[in-house]
């Protein structure tokens, strides 16, 4: 199987502070996004910021690779909701970093005890492309509730 190649394009005008951007995704699902500084560290205001994108990306992942752990276990889900919330924080020395992308997973899942979600929750997260992309420079953690 050949590589798989996503791709996004970004075009900002004006420094950091003042300036602003739009981004396109190549699949055509989200055009025209707008981005700033001040969505990215105070308010959204209708703009979005590469941490609630990487938070997209993570409970997006994570939902696919935790339903293939559970189906391989013999535990198919009915149902999971996912979030991710990543936190952007300053750094001692100056500038920022990600640090932290925290999931919370609900399911749906018959004939599996609590015990048994939360482990295979974890499992789930370890198989999970993104985590393995950010594991190592952002703490990671899951909380996974069997609904029901």
């Given at each position: ?58 409970a ?25 919330s990543?936190?952007f ?8 970093k ?34 393995n ?16």
């Amino acid at each position: 199987m050949a590589d798989i190649v996503r791709r996004a394009d970004v075009v900002w005008r004006g420094d950091l502070l003042a300036g602003n951007g739009t981004f396109d995704v190549g699949s055509g699902a989200l055009s025209a996004q707008a981005v700033s500084w001040p969505a990215r560290t105070e308010g959204p205001g209708g703009k979005t910021s590469p941490e609630e994108l990487l938070a997209a990306s993570h409970a997006s992942c994570y939902a696919m690779a935790f339903s293939h752990t559970l189906a391989e276990a013999g535990h198919p889900p009915e149902e999971l909701r996912v979030s991710a919330s990543v936190t952007f924080e300053p750094l001692p020395a100056g500038g920022f970093k990600v640090g932290s992308s925290s999931l919370a997973v609900e399911g749906v899942v018959p004939g599996l005890d609590q015990a048994g979600f939360a482990d295979l929750a974890a499992q789930g997260e370890a198989g999970c492309p993104i985590s393995n992309a950010i594991r190592g420079n952002v703490d990671i953690s899951v909380e996974a509730t069997l609904a029901g």
